[in-house]
């Protein structure tokens, strides 16, 4: 009987010996597959070796891409241009038809369809607006439209000529789609050199 137990008890050490070795193999195996795995994904870079480092990715774009990347830095707006600039606590909630600006709630009128800032509602009131020209743009074409927007908004900056832009939704029953117009919209004195200016940057 005593006999018995302790040829169980070694057959239980034994087993237990060769799990630990089997774990043991694995473990090894597993580690060099993965490194053998890293060492492809680098070995497919050339100048590997080194860790790839964040700066020595950028320098790989085309220059190409970086002028691009660094173009759309500057429409990004800035971190006091998210916040109303009255209330530099209050988030910028709705962009002002003239300026583009974004204002809080309390700054900014709804007036026709669009809004416009405490500043810039009474340049609508006291003017007469009339429409300068109507683009219209399409889901195959959207670069058209957003030209037209920042058109506008070097127009604002660059001449210190205040336009606005309207958006016409009108559908299309029988194909079923809709169409978007732009309505650019300019004081009547300003019409004809904003006319000027949209036709020349648009090429
Ligand atoms: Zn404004
Ligand atoms: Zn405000």
Redesign the pocket.
């Known amino acids: 009987m005593a006999m018995m137990e302790n040829t169980a008890i070694v057959l239980i050490v034994i087993t237990l010996f060769f799990l630990v070795i089997i774990v043991g193999l694995l473990t090894v195996l597993i580690f060099k597959l993965t490194k053998g795995s890293t060492n492809l994904v680098n070995s497919s870079q050339p100048n590997s070796g080194e860790a790839p480092h964040p700066d020595v990715s950028k320098t790989e774009f085309h220059p190409g891409i970086i002028e691009r990347m660094k173009e759309m830095e500057r429409f990004k707006p800035k971190r006091s241009e998210l916040f109303?600039?009255?209330?530099p606590d209050?988030p910028g909630e709705v962009t002002c038809g003239i300026c583009d600006m974004l204002?809080?709630k309390?700054?900014i009128k709804p007036f026709k369809s669009l809004h416009f800032c405490k500043e810039h509602i009474p340049l609508i009131m006291r003017h007469e607006w009339e429409e300068v020209m109507t683009v219209k743009t399409s889901t195959q074409n959207p670069e058209e439209g957003v030209e037209l927007f920042e058109a506008k908004k070097r127009l604002f900056v660059d001449k210190k000529i205040p336009t606005y832009i309207e958006t016409h939704y009108k559908i299309n029953v029988d194909q079923d789609y809709i169409e978007t117009y732009l309505v650019v919209l300019a004081i009547r004195e300003n019409v004809d050199s904003v006319k000027k200016y949209l036709i020349e940057s648009h090429p």
């Not at 109303?84 to 209330?87: G, L, Y």
């Open positions: 109303c600039p009255n209330h209050e204002f809080c309390a700054c």
